[in-house]
C-alpha cells in the first residue's frame, strides 16, 4: 500500500518510444500494427490502464479510440473470473467477470505457436488479462493480447484498487496534501489530458479531493486581478474557455468546501482570504 | 447491470438481503451444511454438495445473502492461506466508496 505515493507520476500520456533509441524495446505493439504515417501519434498514446469490466463496458467510444473517464485509453488490463471459454480454430473467447460486470475476452491463436506452451486456464480460474478494447454491433469485447492464470489471489485486490486509484487520478486530479508537498505530482498532472493549466496547485492550500475544473477556477480567482466584488461567472468562463455547466459544478465545489464565497450576487464570487 | 456482484463484509450484510454478493474472509467453523467465516465480523455460509472449504483458509464465496443474513454458497474459490485479508478489506471499502468504476446505481 506504500507504493500508492506513486500514483503521483503521470499516468496520462506515457510516451514508451520516446526515450532515445528505446524505440525497439518494451511492447511496441502500436507500432507495430499501423500504417507508417499513422504509427507516430498512436504511438504517444500507448498508456496501459487498469480498470473494471464495468468501466469497459461503460467506455465511450470516439472515432479510434474509446474514452473512460474522459480520456483515451489505448490498452487495459484486467483481472475477472473465467466463466465460459470456447475455443475455436483461429481463436479462444473468455467470457469474463470480475463482480463489476462480464465481458468476452478473444484471443487470437498463432499458428505457429505449441499448443502445449498455451497456459492453462480452467473454468472458474482467476486470470490477469491485457488488450484492446474493440467494438462490434454495439457489443464490446477485448481483443487480448495475453491472458495468464492468476497464482498469488492477492493481485485481485491490488488491481482493483490500483483501478480505483487511477479512476480517482482521472476524475479527482493527483493526489495533494493540504501542505503542498505535491511539487511533482502537479509537474506530471499539466502534462495530462485534462488541461494544463492546473501544473503546481497543489501548494494553494486546496483541500483535496476538489476536481480539476474547480481547481482551475481557484487558480484564476487566485491570479486574476479583480476588485473586492471578485469576477462574475461569465468572465471565468471566458478567461477558462469552460463550459458553463462545468463552471457551475466546480464552482459549487469550491463554495462548498467555503474557499470562494459569493459577493454581490450568486454568480459574483470572490476567494475567502483566510491567511490574511 | 445484474450480472454484477457487490463484493461486501459482514457489516453490509443487511443492506444486501436477497442479493447475489462476493465475499472473502477467513474459514473459521465448519459444520457439515454449514460453515462460519470471518470478513470484518462472522458471517454463518449455507454450504452446497459441491462447496469445498479448508479451514483457516481465505476462500471468496459467491452467494445469496438469506432474510437471516446467512448466505447460500453458489460457488467458492480457494484463496489459500497467503491471501491479505486487510487488502480485501479495503476493496470492500473502495468499491462501496466509488461505486460508479464497480456497481450499477441500483444500490
Redesign the interface.
Known sequence: ?TSYGGYTNDYSNTSYGAQGGAGGGGFMTGGSQNSPSGGDSQERNDTLRP??I??V?ESQESGQFFNIDNSHVSQVTFVG?VRSTSIQTTNITYKL?D????VEVKQWIDPDQDESSRPRIDD?A?VRVWGKIKQFNNKKHVGAHFVRPIT???E???H??E??AV??YFTKGPLTSKDGANGAGGGAYSNGNMGGATGGLGADGLPPGLSANARKIYHCLRTTQQSNEGLHTADIAHRLQMESADLAKGGDELLETGVIYTTVDDQTWAILNTSS | ?S?????ISSQYLENFQHQTV?VVGKITQLRGESATMDANGSITLQLNRDTHLQLNH?C?VIGKVQGDLSIRVL?S?D??T???LT??D??VD??HR?K????GDGH
Open positions: 500500500m480498470v473494471t464495468k468501466q463496458n473470473q467477470d463482480g463489476t460486470g462480464t472458474n482467476y498469488d489471489f492477492n485481485i485486490s491490488y482493483l484498487l483501478a480505483t479512476h480517482l | 447491470m450480472e454484477s456482484t457487490p463484493r462476493r481465505a471468496e460457488t474459490t484463496f489459500g497467503e491471501f491479505d487488502a480485501a479495503a476493496v473502495a468499491t466509488y460508479e468504476i464497480f456497481y
